[in-house]
């Protein structure tokens, strides 16, 4: 399930990932995302583990987009069995571009809105038993094009997905 961030209805959804929406929209400013120096991980320490950072590749002629992991939370590692810190999401994950989340980064890039999505998760595990829950939210940089991705994933195991 993915949702328009104009249709964003965050009421059920799992506290930590509405955390840190809540977070990152105080931080907005006329309308536009916070950049990355908004953004004080000391705020978040019940959070950090399942936080994640991607910089956004903007500048290579043979890909219109690029996204590399900047890091990974401790339950993201965990649940997904390796580290892709420091990688490119393609190469980490070979159906990344493929897959239909590859447009969720696209479009968080591109418009700088949120992308929520809850349910099974389509490229980086392969777990009958998890659903997992996340929003990916838009950084601005200097030149406030978005330039990084501050996204939270949450996994609940044991949950029947089909």
Not at 1 to 14: G, I, N, P, S, V
Not at 18 to 34: K, N, Q, T, V
Not at 139 to 147: E, F, N, P, R
Request: proline content about 7%; charged content about 30%.
């Amino acid at each position: 399930m993915r949702e328009d961030a104009a249709a964003l209805d965050t009421h059920l959804w799992d506290v930590r990932v509405r955390a840190l929406y809540d977070y990152w929209l105080a931080r907005c400013r006329d309308g536009c995302p916070p950049r990355r120096s908004d953004i004080d991980p000391i705020d978040l320490p019940h959070l950090l583990r399942w936080l994640w950072l991607v910089d956004i590749e903007r500048n290579r002629p043979d890909w219109p987009l690029r996204f590399r992991a900047r890091l990974m939370g401790t339950e993201h590692v965990t649940t997904m069995g390796h580290d892709p810190t420091g990688k490119w999401m393609d190469e980490a994950f070979p159906t990344f571009l493929t897959n239909p989340t590859y447009s969720d980064y696209v479009q968080v890039a591109q418009n700088a809105t949120p992308s929520y999505r809850a349910g099974r998760p389509l490229y980086h595990l392969d777990k009958e038993h998890v659903r997992m829950e996340r929003i990916m939210l838009p950084l601005a940089g200097d030149d406030k094009s978005i330039d990084m991705i501050l996204a939270i994933t949450v996994y609940l195991r044991g949950i029947n997905t089909r």
